[in-house]
């Protein structure tokens, strides 16, 4: 069964204090490995998809990159309005077109 | 910058009683889903539809779900007779087409709420 697993569950940091999340990833096959960010009340909003072991894609101060077994989330210098839940999700070769989702982070930034 | 809709944004019921949430998917998309998230859990995936037929459903989706595109813009998920355990908030999302590049766009959710 394909599963994901994120941590931390939550993290508090500093506006400009860099780090990173995790998802752990256990699957038949990868097809896609895909990050969303939720705010209160709204729906993931789609952020990056990654494919392979070594890929990485980048956008404003967020950085995801993959290997075999997990990928990492890294955002640098970050902002007040990057509080949010970071949410990873697996398509896997066996589970056609349904998305198996991590329970997300919830990334607080402090001013 | 197109996006998924979706209508009600809450829904409150009674036990018992049918319900149909609605989504407005983008466009150009041919493939359509549901996800619930019950309070403070993970996102769960129910059902893919794609040309007018189920592609995919979860244990969850049982005999009480069903969906249907009843015109070119709109998917809908009914629940027949809901229960307790079925408050939750219910996203629609939809893709472009069938290659993995492609990323699923969800709505903003019904939240449903069962009395």
């Known amino acids: 069964e394909d599963q994901v697993t994120q941590s931390p569950e939550a993290l508090r940091l500093q506006e400009g204090e860099s780090s990173s999340l995790n998802c752990s990833y256990t699957?038949?096959?990868?097809?896609?490995l895909f990050w969303y960010r939720q705010d209160p009340g709204k729906g993931p909003e789609f952020l990056f998809t990654?494919?392979?072991a070594g890929e990485e894609k980048e956008k404003e101060r967020l950085k995801a990159t993959l290997t075999k077994k997990e990928s990492f989330l890294h955002i640098t210098a970050p902002k007040p309005e990057d509080s949010a839940t970071y949410l990873c999700?697996?398509?896997?070769?066996?589970?056609?077109?349904?998305?198996?989702f991590g329970q997300g982070t919830r990334l607080t930034i402090n001013p | 910058e197109p996006e998924v809709t979706q209508t009600p944004s809450h829904q409150v019921t009674q036990m018992g009683q049918e319900v149909i949430l609605r989504c407005v998917p983008i466009?150009?998309?041919?493939?359509f889903y549901w996800y619930r998230q019950i309070l403070g859990q993970k996102v769960e995936f129910l059902v893919s539809?794609?040309?007018?037929?189920?592609?995919?459903k979860s244990e969850i989706f049982d005999d009480q779900f069903s969906v249907e595109r009843p015109d070119g813009s709109n998917f809908t998920l009914k629940i027949r007779s809901t229960k307790l355990e079925d408050s939750a908030m219910y996203f629609c999302?939809?893709?472009?087409?069938?290659?993995?590049?492609?990323?699923?766009?969800f709505g903003d959710g019904t939240r449903l709420s069962i009395l």
């Open positions: 990654l494919y392979s």
């Open positions: 699957v038949s096959g990868l097809r896609g």
């Open positions: 999302a939809s893709k472009e087409g069938g290659n993995s590049n492609q990323p699923q766009h």
């Open positions: 539809f794609y040309n007018n037929e189920i592609s995919e």
């Open positions: 466009s150009n998309h041919l493939y």
């Open positions: 999700a697996v398509r896997s070769t066996t589970g056609a077109q349904k998305l198996v």
